[in-house]
């Protein structure tokens, strides 16, 4: 079956940096365009950043534009979100989801439209 597995969160202060990890297994991750959320205590699942399946395009949500970046292994089946700069406001748990169909601003920032999701890994930035 479909797996995704999250790894890499922590404590961090703020201004530090922290990579997540996402591994991908039982689909052809090339077929895929790849996303990360969020979602804080008391707040709704929110957009971060997502990359395309093949070449290379990637969209963010303005507040982390500029300390976030992105990136996928296609040989690997591994999709990566670094983080710098981290504010406090960026804690929350982090979740990689895998969605096949167009992408364009809209459809990618809306978590309904992803087919396989992890379980999440949990960031905290301490001020």
């Given at each position: 079956q479909v797996?995704?597995?999250e790894?890499g969160?922590?404590?961090?202060?703020?201004g530090g940096?922290?990579?997540?990890?996402?591994?991908?297994s039982?689909?052809t991750?090339?077929?895929?365009?790849?996303?990360?959320?969020?979602?804080?205590?008391?707040k709704?699942?929110?957009?971060?950043?997502?990359?395309?399946?093949?070449?290379?395009r990637t969209q963010?949500?303005d507040?982390?534009k500029?300390?976030f970046?992105?990136?996928r292994?296609n040989a690997?089946?591994t999709?990566?979100l670094?983080?710098?700069s981290l504010?406090?406001?960026d804690t929350?748990?982090?979740y990689?989801a895998?969605?096949?169909?167009l992408f364009d601003k809209?459809?990618?920032?809306?978590h309904k439209?992803?087919?396989?999701?992890?379980?999440?890994?949990?960031?905290?930035?301490?001020?």
């Amino acid at each position: 079956q479909v797996q995704l597995v999250e790894s890499g969160g922590g404590l961090v202060q703020a201004g530090g940096s922290l990579r997540l990890s996402c591994a991908t297994s039982g689909l052809t991750f090339s077929n895929y365009h790849m996303a990360w959320f969020r979602q804080a205590p008391g707040k709704e699942r929110e957009f971060v950043a997502a990359i395309s399946r093949s070449d290379g395009r990637t969209q963010y949500r303005d507040s982390v534009k500029g300390r976030f970046t992105i990136s996928r292994d296609n040989a690997k089946n591994t999709v990566a979100l670094q983080m710098d700069s981290l504010k406090p406001d960026d804690t929350a748990v982090y979740y990689c989801a895998a969605d096949q169909g167009l992408f364009d601003k809209s459809r990618r920032q809306d978590h309904k439209v992803y087919d396989y999701w992890g379980l999440g890994t949990q960031v905290t930035v301490s001020s």
